[in-house]
T-cell receptor
Framework: AQSVSQHNHHVILSEAASLELGCNYS??????LFWYVQYPGQHLQLLLKYFSGDPLVKGIKGFEAEFIKSKFSFNLRKPSVQWSDTAEYFC??????????????FGTGTRLKVLA | DSGVTQTPKHLITATGQRVTLRCSPRSGDLSVYWYQQSLDQGLQFLIQYYNGEERAKGNILERFSAQQFPDLHSELNLSSLELGDSALYFCASSPGMAGIYEQYFGPGTRLTVT
């Protein structure tokens, strides 16, 4: 079965530290990749997305992600985190099916806590 | 505020009961998605509707059903509730049904089954 793995369930960093959250998926075909974020008490919102083209995509709030097809990965990065980045981060993979519908697969999430 | 509304915010009910969760998508969005978020399984896709028709099905139990009405709001019906159904249920919407669209999530309905 297709799956999305986020290996780090909990990450604690100090402000100004660099961040990399891993995301690996198991499907070998064409996929659309997303990172969503859920700040405390708020709804999930889009950080960034990749469909095609430049495998390095930039999102909001200084986040970026790199699609490495050979590794089936779409890791999220930020050079210097802030306390306000404390949130839960979800990687999502969306792929089309032969019947013309889509499969929506989210990872289990990574809870990031940034210490001031 | 994403523009997606969900009611109720909290729901407490007993095992064996039936509940209905309601979602209003963003203005102009035709697709509605339902997700279940539990502590041990993360965010699980349940079902998608596009302009009133079911378009994709995920890990939705037979005890659960959904529909999208002509005004595009959607309802998720959960019946014969079990303790394990306790979770946060999210609705999301997008303009179209293709996989390239960003999904806009609602605040969720927290269901507690006792």
């Amino acid at each position: 079965a297709q799956s999305v793995s986020q290996h780090n369930h909990h990450v604690i960093l100090s402000e100004a530290a660099s961040l990399e959250l891993g995301c690996n998926y198991s499907y070998g075909g064409t996929v659309n990749l997303f990172w969503y974020v859920q700040y405390p008490g708020q709804h999930l919102q889009l950080l960034l997305k990749y469909f095609s083209g430049d495998p390095l995509v930039k999102g909001i709030k200084g986040f970026e992600a790199e699609f490495i097809k050979s590794k089936f990965s779409f890791n999220l990065r930020k050079p210097s985190v802030q306390w306000s980045d404390t949130a839960e981060y979800f990687c999502a993979v969306i792929r089309s099916t032969t019947s013309g519908t889509y499969k929506y697969i989210f990872g289990t999430g990574t809870r990031l806590k940034v210490l001031a | 505020d994403s523009g997606v509304t969900q009611t109720p915010k909290h729901l407490i009910t007993a095992t064996g009961q039936r509940v209905t969760l309601r979602c209003s998508p963003r203005s102009g969005d035709l697709s509605v998605y339902w997700y279940q978020q539990s502590l041990d399984q993360g965010l699980q896709f349940l079902i998608q509707y596009y302009n009133g028709e079911e378009r994709a099905k995920g890990n939705i139990l037979e005890r659960f059903s959904a529909q999208q009405f002509p005004d595009l709001h959607s309802e998720l019906n959960l019946s014969s509730l079990e303790l394990g159904d306790s979770a946060l249920y999210f609705c999301a919407s997008s303009p179209g049904m293709a996989g390239i669209y960003e999904q806009y999530f609602g605040p969720g309905t927290r269901l507690t089954v006792t």
